[in-house]
């Protein structure tokens, strides 16, 4: 529920910088959601979708959703497993549970496409 | 700049350049920005943690489902630290003074947060909050802040709101499997408590495992169990604020 909230001060941002490139429309967005930002990425989408609906500047535009690779190292035999999907259960090479993850923790704004 | 062709943007399109690359010019432009949608409430997260430090107030983030025992912990800690520990307290729900009004009662500066909808908390609201507080009856002088924040273990993880310990809690008759389910409740917090221990004759509800899945998910959690009512396990609750607070106090005076 709170990707609403985020989607608000996304579309505050939008606003800034379409003031300062003297923009009055928004064709396409391109956010990097991190795996582990605690962000649903359809429910961001959703968001976006009905909060554009009603907003002159970024009505009709597109959303680029990339999602980033996490690395997870492993506390046991350094082992370093990279993946972009969910958090592996254990350490493919030598089964240890405890495995630190590095990245895929921030949500940003990548790109912005206007005119 | 324009991004097909390189020519100025459209605001600064007087000059006469030749488009024999023959794209159809729509004075579009793509604008590389790289800004974290974190950033704003974090920035603001700092500068409020940047003032408890001055004041030399520990401030703690309390998050949780609803319904596991926040408010009565916090009644039961402002009881067993009356003057010992100058405590303040914001409140953080969707609707209504209650909780509030139950701090009040036990005598410390008090204030409501309602968020009127909003699922968390976030740094612009504890930053309003706190000054509100701090002109509250005794608000001026506290040492240990709690911000008890929206019952909800799902959003609030994601907010920080300047405190210097984050802490999760979960009561004995939700279940065992938070940690599992809500992973970043308990990979964002340093402290990680589960209440109502005095109800796990009735319930299923292995401690020891509860606290293993928290520490897989992070290992420098630090765990603890007890029970508000019957006070069992309190004094470790109790010794860990009295610890966060001498060391605040020392650093000021220094």
Same mark, same amino acid.
């Given at each position: 529920?709170?990707?609403?909230?985020?989607?608000?001060?996304?579309?505050?941002?939008l606003?800034?910088?379409?003031?300062?490139?003297n923009?009055?429309?928004?064709?396409?967005?391109?956010?990097?959601?991190?795996?582990?930002?605690?962000?649903?990425?359809?429910?961001?989408?959703?968001?976006?979708d009905?909060?554009?609906?009603?907003?002159?500047?970024?009505?009709?535009?597109?959303?680029?959703?990339?999602?980033?690779?996490?690395?997870?190292?492993?506390?046991?035999?350094?082992?370093?497993?990279?993946?972009?999907?969910?958090?592996?259960?254990?350490c493919?090479?030598?089964?240890?549970?405890?495995?630190?993850?590095?990245?895929?923790?921030?949500?940003?704004?990548?790109?912005?496409?206007?005119? | 700049?324009?991004?097909?062709?390189?020519?100025?943007?459209?605001?600064?399109?007087?000059?006469?350049?030749?488009?024999?690359?023959?794209?159809?010019?729509?004075?579009?432009?793509?604008?590389?920005?790289?800004?974290?949608?974190?950033?704003?409430?974090?920035?603001?997260?700092?500068?409020?943690?940047?003032?408890?430090?001055?004041?030399?107030?520990?401030?703690?983030n309390?998050?949780?489902?609803?319904?596991?025992?926040?408010?009565?912990?916090?009644?039961h800690?402002?009881?067993?630290?009356?003057?010992?520990?100058?405590?303040?307290?914001?409140?953080?729900?969707?609707?209504t003074?209650?909780?509030a009004?139950?701090?009040?009662?036990?005598?410390?500066?008090?204030?409501?947060?309602?968020?009127?909808?909003?699922c968390?908390?976030?740094?612009?609201?504890?930053?309003?909050?706190?000054?509100?507080?701090?002109?509250?009856?005794?608000?001026?002088?506290?040492?240990?802040?709690?911000?008890?924040?929206?019952?909800?273990?799902?959003?609030?993880?994601?907010?920080?709101? #300047?405190?210097?310990?984050?802490?999760? $809690?979960?009561?004995?008759p @939700?279940?065992?499997? !938070?940690?599992?389910?809500?992973? /970043? &409740?308990?990979?964002?917090?340093?402290?990680?408590?589960?209440?109502?221990?005095?109800?796990?004759?009735?319930?299923?509800?292995?401690?020891?495992?509860?606290?293993?899945?928290?520490?897989?998910?992070?290992?420098?959690?630090?765990?603890?169990?007890?029970?508000?009512?019957? #006070?069992?396990?309190?004094?470790?609750? $109790?010794?860990?604020?009295? @610890?966060?607070?001498? !060391?605040?106090?020392?650093?000021? /005076? &220094?």
């Amino acid at each position: 529920m709170h990707e609403i909230s985020l989607v608000q001060g996304l579309f505050e941002q939008l606003k800034e910088l379409a003031a300062a490139n003297n923009a009055t429309r928004i064709i396409s967005v391109t956010m990097e959601i991190g795996p582990l930002c605690g962000v649903v990425v359809d429910s961001f989408q959703f968001g976006f979708d009905i909060l554009s609906a009603d907003d002159e500047l970024v009505r009709g535009a597109k959303m680029i959703i990339q999602v980033p690779p996490v690395s997870y190292r492993c506390t046991n035999c350094s082992h370093v497993e990279i993946t972009a999907g969910r958090k592996p259960d254990a350490c493919p090479a030598c089964g240890e549970l405890l495995l630190i993850p590095d990245g895929g923790s921030d949500l940003l704004l990548r790109q912005v496409e206007m005119e | 700049m324009c991004d097909t062709c390189g020519c100025p943007s459209p605001s600064d399109h007087s000059h006469d350049h030749d488009h024999s690359s023959g794209h159809s010019h729509s004075h579009s432009k793509t604008v590389d920005v790289h800004a974290s949608l974190f950033a704003a409430n974090d920035a603001l997260a700092r500068a409020n943690r940047e003032h408890f430090d001055e004041i030399g107030a520990v401030a703690l983030n309390l998050i949780s489902s609803p319904g596991s025992g926040k408010t009565t912990l916090l009644e039961h800690t402002i009881e067993a630290l009356k003057g010992e520990i100058n405590i303040g307290v914001i409140e953080g729900d969707i609707e209504t003074e209650r909780d509030a009004e139950r701090i009040r009662a036990k005598g410390v500066p008090v204030i409501q947060l309602t968020t009127g909808g909003a699922c968390h908390l976030d740094a612009a609201m504890t930053h309003k909050g706190f000054h509100r507080l701090q002109k509250e009856p005794g608000g001026e002088a506290i040492e240990l802040l709690f911000i008890e924040n929206v019952g909800n273990l799902v959003c609030p993880a994601t907010f920080d709101l #300047g405190e210097h310990e984050r802490v999760v $809690l979960v009561s004995v008759p @939700e279940g065992p499997d !938070k940690p599992a389910k809500y992973p /970043k &409740a308990f990979t964002s917090s340093h402290t990680f408590v589960i209440t109502k221990t005095d109800l796990l004759p009735y319930f299923d509800f292995p401690v020891a495992e509860a606290m293993g899945d928290a520490l897989q998910l992070n290992p420098k959690l630090r765990t603890m169990d007890l029970s508000s009512t019957t #006070g069992n396990g309190m004094e470790s609750w $109790l010794n860990y604020l009295r @610890e966060l607070v001498k !060391k605040m106090r020392a650093v000021k /005076k &220094a």
